[in-house]
């Protein structure tokens, strides 16, 4: 909103030419973002306690857990409304990365908002039924793989996508195996981020860390220069997908400082679906679906330890007739949790391998 209406008076004066760079812009978002999350944090949880919006805890998890039912959730609801604000500010509105990537926020926040409605109503943990949530989180890969087959984002064939490591390789789908594609990224990632969020703090941090990430990579490849001399793929206007970006990370930081350990506040469906499923669109928008592998690789850890676990369990019940587990708890953060390690513990460790293997996705930009 802002570039609209700024942009054009730089011919009076020279001052409002600032509102042209994307790093002021990203720079003005992400204050925006953290500010928005930090003043409206407290209104937003005393609303949700006063409704009783509170979180449903598993009885077979972690005894310490206990305590916390009955925390305000939905509180995903934050970090959606100061993600959506400063982009609606500080970004073109006109940019297809950016409208795409709004949609997709919006859409899975609202999905997550029904699940978590509906475990608040039925005291029940399992909330939306699994397959209308599948069906919702399909239907936006879908639309999505549809829109950029019918109309591409710039001159790279809509269906193609980047291989980390390599410099001149990328994989070329056929158009509907693509759509297939994407509906599979979205989705996975959706769930990935839903599986994370069990600890105070925990998907929050990964999040910001995520999402800073990927604003990184964003401004690199709609930048014409940086994008040729690192041999990625030159998207114009993927730059303005930055600012989306680290408004994300703003807001995951602000709404950090009420979840952080002992949590006022979940994030719930609302936000770990959003997030999730957004984190995926960036990267099929980006053509780097095989990257957010590397940079979610603590999403993709958590995601694996349930599948795994369920495989496994199900595997020796028909072999056996009695199931075996391959960890003490999934997801694999109960896993530690169980095995002695302090809930703040895992929740720090886990950060910090967040953010090596965001360290190792910019590495791939050399080693290639």
Not at 287 to 312: C, D, N, P, R
């Amino acid at each position: 909103m802002l570039y609209h209406f700024l942009v054009p008076l730089a011919e009076y004066h020279a001052v409002f030419n600032l509102f042209r760079y994307q790093t002021f812009r990203a720079a003005g978002a992400v204050v925006t973002a953290f500010l928005v999350a930090f003043y409206l944090g407290p209104p937003i949880i005393r609303r949700l306690r006063l409704l009783k919006v509170g979180q449903v805890v598993r009885t077979e998890g972690p005894q310490s857990h206990l305590g916390k039912r009955g925390t305000p959730t939905m509180g995903g609801v934050l970090i959606v409304l100061a993600t959506v604000i400063p982009t609606l500010l500080w970004a073109e509105l006109t940019n297809g990365f950016i409208i795409t990537a709004v949609v997709v926020l919006v859409w899975l926040g609202a999905l997550g908002f029904m699940d978590d409605y509906l475990k608040v109503v039925r005291q029940k943990t399992e909330g939306l039924v699994g397959r209308y949530k599948i069906v919702g989180q399909v239907s936006v890969g879908l639309i999505l793989g549809i829109v950029l087959v019918l109309i591409p984002f710039s001159d790279v064939p809509a269906t193609w996508t980047q291989i980390p490591f390599f410099k001149t390789w990328h994989v070329s789908f056929h158009w509907a195996a693509y759509i297939l594609f994407v509906i599979i990224v979205i989705t996975g990632s959706s769930n990935a981020v839903n599986l994370t969020d069990g600890l105070d703090g925990l998907a929050a941090g990964l999040s910001a860390i995520a999402a800073l990430s990927f604003g990184a990579f964003a401004y690199i490849m709609g930048n014409s220069v940086t994008s040729d001399y690192l041999n990625l793929f030159y998207l114009p206007g993927a730059g303005e997908l930055a600012i989306f970006c680290i408004a994300l990370a703003g807001g995951c930081m602000g709404f950090l400082w009420y979840n952080a350990h002992p949590a006022e506040v979940f994030m719930g469906d609302t936000g770990s679906l959003a997030i999730g499923g957004v984190f995926g669109a960036v990267a099929v928008l980006l053509k780097v679906e095989f990257l957010l592998a590397i940079i979610g690789g603590v999403f993709v850890l958590e995601a694996v330890s349930v599948v795994s676990q369920t495989l496994y369990f199900k595997w020796t019940k028909r072999r056996t007739g009695s199931g075996r587990r391959i960890f003490r708890m999934a997801p694999l953060h109960h896993h530690f949790e169980l095995g002695g390690w302090p809930e703040t513990t895992v929740i720090i460790r886990f950060w910090i391998l967040g953010v090596i293997f965001s360290f190792v996705a910019f590495a791939t930009l050399k080693i290639r």
